[in-house]
């Protein structure tokens, strides 16, 4: 009894703990005129520049004069109206387009699936497909048509009465699964009797991705339904994936199913080139002399990087097996013929992070990437209490005839259709919008159907409004969103206006800036300089003669051209005015008159020659010298000056007791 009291007191205090905070939030910490600032909104504003974990009292002060000042320019940006002009409100909306993304859908379903894809690329698959088409719209009788059929073709596999290879030739509506004759000058091709060689993670549509890589090898799978139609898939070889790979190949043509060509002797021949590797013949040597590919016989035999859809399946499998790089295979047969091949290099799949943005980029333009919209949507509609009113859509149906597939349904009878579809939230959305909906679209239509047609844009349409109603209330669901656009916004308001106002503004203002430099001169003043020039020798031999005309005290201009009549005997001449800091070189050197030093590198060779000429005095700079200074601090007493007329313009009054305990106790939420 003892301990239930203390847990509902412990419950009781937290709560109550949780409800004085919301309250502090809440709390006015200050207002500039007829603005004011939560707590909330200036200690999120706070923490994101200032990370240090504790509360510093000074800190805290020191901020809250900076976002005074900032709020003072955002209440004259408003006064001036700068926050309705049509170029704000277009760069605004922009930024929000892009900061509301990820709030409209699913992140940790995004997450998954780029966790799924970056461990499916570990691996490169090699499936055979036999395939009945199917239209994706297809209505429910005409799928279950050809899902039966597609399981009386599987039990006739199971049963043993037919291979998969038999049937993919005999029943699949891949062409590429039947041998196709000689056309034209298109040579005679095998077909591959459903064999797709290997694959990995994208070059697949999602489904036929799932199904082939859950397999097991050497199973069947269950009909699996693509936007082609279904699909029977046989996995029959998994292996470490390959990544990119570059090989080198000697090749000897012997197409299959060309009847003309004599196979025996392609073969004979390739067991020849390849005795003579064994023999120590050199590679390259017998690509150039004996190799059916004249393309790549020029480079070695080289052909390009390629991946594991890239290339046919036995070259991918010898890959796999490579030890090491420059081996050489035995002969292997494809359907074009007999080939040797060389193993020049191979780039391994990197490590999540480094693949992560181009996993994010292939999942924006994959279907897979609707799994976290829809997850989102799913979402919105608990929580908004979305509804639908599948009579009204039935009704609608009914009412529509074959003009609506070609955007001709007259508008005055659309008009008449006023039943609400659904609900989500406080807003209803009937029949008449539907049809605006479909009418906008001016897409062909995709099917004969209309029920199918209208099913399909209905199914849109709920996605595409419930989608736009958490968009519409993304401020008020989520705090830090609010917080984020204020921030934008702001930010967005106050650069016009302070380039107007000050940046722009001093550097026009070329009397302001004089006059601010007369009054101010004294700040622009040169430090310790010295009058000096340094020599970069081209060769360590051009010292000699660099160093002998230093002794006999020749001026610079003698000792270049003296070098410099002799071409080779260059150097490189800096003469200026340095200050301290301003080369390490000058730095090093003694500051006295007439001193040479001379820099070495670590092979004990010249390589600078630093002649000091004169120590100068300390002197105030010519504006020329320091315009950017002078301009950059007339900025800031005109920036100065400004704030104190918008504190008499906007009042700025700051709650003591709230600020002392903010600076005490922070804000914790």
Wanted: net charge negative; aromatic share 10%.
């Amino acid at each position: 009894m003892k301990m239930l009291k203390s847990i509902l007191m412990m419950l009781v205090s937290i709560s109550l703990l949780s409800s004085l905070n919301a309250q502090n939030a809440e709390k006015t910490l200050m207002t500039v005129g007829d603005e004011s600032t939560s707590v909330e909104e200036f200690w999120n504003i706070y923490k994101k520049n200032n990370t240090e974990k504790s509360i510093d009292k000074k800190s805290i002060e020191e901020y809250l004069d900076l976002y005074v000042n900032f709020r003072l320019k955002v209440n004259e940006a408003k006064a001036l109206k700068r926050d309705t002009s049509p170029a704000f409100l277009k760069e605004l909306n922009g930024y929000r387009e892009q900061l509301a993304k990820p709030y409209l859908v699913d992140e940790e379903i995004n997450e998954q699936l780029q966790q799924e894809a970056y461990s499916r690329m570990q691996k490169d698959v090699r499936v055979s497909h036999i395939l009945l088409f199917l239209d994706e719209d297809a209505l429910p009788k005409d799928t279950a048509k050809v899902y039966a059929k597609m399981m009386e073709i599987r039990e006739e596999i199971e049963s043993g009465k037919i291979t998969f290879a038999q049937a993919a030739v005999k029943y699949s509506k891949d062409r590429s699964a039947r041998d196709m004759p000689a056309e034209g000058r298109r040579p005679p091709r095998a077909g591959n009797k459903g064999d797709l060689g290997y694959f990995t993670v994208f070059d697949m549509v999602y489904p036929f991705e799932v199904a082939a890589y859950n397999a097991p090898i050497n199973e069947m799978t269950m009909p699996t339904r693509t936007r082609f139609g279904y699909h029977l898939i046989l996995k029959t070889d998994e292996i470490p994936a390959i990544g990119k790979a570059q090989v080198a190949h000697i090749f000897i043509k012997a197409l299959e199913g060309d009847t003309a060509a004599r196979p025996e002797e392609a073969q004979k021949k390739i067991e020849e080139i390849y005795a003579k590797i064994q023999n120590g013949e050199h590679f390259e040597d017998l690509v150039k002399a004996m190799s059916d590919d004249k393309g790549s016989a020029a480079k070695g035999g080289e052909l390009p990087w390629f991946g594991a859809n890239r290339m046919v399946p036995v070259f991918i499998k010898q890959v796999s097996e490579f030890d090491s790089i420059g081996q050489v295979s035995a002969p292997i047969r494809t359907s074009f013929g007999w080939h040797i091949v060389k193993f020049l290099g191979q780039k391994p799949i990197g490590s999540f992070k480094s693949v992560q943005p181009e996993i994010k980029d292939h999942l924006k333009k994959d279907v897979r990437s609707e799994k976290g919209r829809q997850s989102k949507i799913a979402q919105v509609k608990k929580e908004e209490n979305y509804s639908e009113n599948p009579k009204a859509l039935s009704h609608l149906i009914k009412e529509l005839d074959s003009t609506i597939l070609v955007h001709e349904f007259d508008d005055t009878k659309a008009q008449s259709f006023t039943k609400v579809l659904f609900t989500i939230g406080d807003e209803e959305f009937n029949q008449y919008d539907l049809l605006v909906y479909i009418q906008a679209k001016k897409a062909k239509a995709e099917t004969k159907d209309v029920a199918v047609y209208v099913y399909k844009n209905f199914r849109k349409y709920s996605d595409d409004r419930v989608i736009d109603y958490e968009d519409r209330h993304l401020e008020q669901k989520y705090k830090e969103f609010e917080l984020l656009m204020n921030e934008y916004r702001d930010g967005i308001l106050l650069f016009d206006l302070m380039d107007e106002v000050v940046w722009s503004k001093a550097v026009k203002d070329t009397a302001g800036y004089q006059a601010y430099y007369n009054a101010h001169s004294a700040k622009y003043k040169w430090g310790k300089r010295v009058d000096a020039a340094i020599f970069t020798l081209s060769n360590s031999e051009v010292y000699d003669t660099l160093a002998a005309l230093i002794q006999n005290h020749k001026t610079d201009e003698e000792i270049l051209d003296a070098i410099h009549n002799d071409s080779t005997r260059a150097v490189k001449y800096d003469h200026r005015k340095f200050s301290k800091g301003e080369n390490k070189e000058i730095d090093a050197t003694k500051w006295k008159a007439g001193i040479s030093e001379v820099y070495f590198n670590e092979a004990e060779k010249p390589l600078y020659v630093v002649r000091i000429h004169k120590k100068i005095k300390p002197a105030i700079k010519e504006l020329e010298e320091c315009r950017g200074m002078v301009i950059s601090d007339y900025q800031t007493q005109l920036e100065e000056e400004w704030i104190e007329e918008l504190k008499l313009k906007y009042p700025v009054v700051i709650d003591k007791e709230v600020l002392s305990d903010l600076k005490k106790n922070g804000m914790t939420k």
